[in-house]
């Protein structure tokens, strides 16, 4: 079946870095938009940065200039380097991608399982 699973989460003090990915597999026909959304306990889940197929990158403000996301289409992975980790950034992480199964099919949105992110201060 297609999954997408991320990895790299972990607990981190403020102003460290990590870096997530998420790797999808399965029979895929071509993966279109990717991005990675944050979940904090009590709050509405919210994106942090998206790519385009062809690169293009979109960026919640909270994260500008401390967050880079990057894709490998050679690898069906997309990335998120996180610097300058705050405490607000402490998180369920997951990691969505825009997938179609097959070249007629339509194209659907799939999420991962999360991944946890803790910066202490």
């Known amino acids: 079946q297609v999954q997408l699973v991320e990895s790299g989460g972990g607990l981190v003090q403020a102003g460290g870095s990590l870096r997530l990915s998420c790797a999808a597999s399965?029979?895929?026909?071509?993966?279109?938009?990717m991005g990675w959304y944050r979940q904090a306990p009590e709050k509405q889940r919210e994106s942090v940065a998206t790519i385009t197929r062809g690169g293009s990158t979109n960026y919640a403000d909270s994260v500008k200039g401390r967050f880079a996301i990057s894709r490998d289409a050679a690898k069906n992975t997309v990335y998120l380097q996180m610097n300058s980790l705050k405490p607000e950034d402490t998180a369920v992480y997951y990691c969505?991608?825009?997938?179609?199964?097959?070249?007629?099919?339509?194209?659907?949105?799939?999420w991962g399982q999360g991944t946890q992110v803790t910066v202490s201060s």
């Open positions: 969505n991608a825009q997938m179609r199964l097959v070249a007629t099919g339509p194209k659907y949105n799939y």
């Open positions: 399965g029979s895929i026909f071509s993966i279109n938009d």
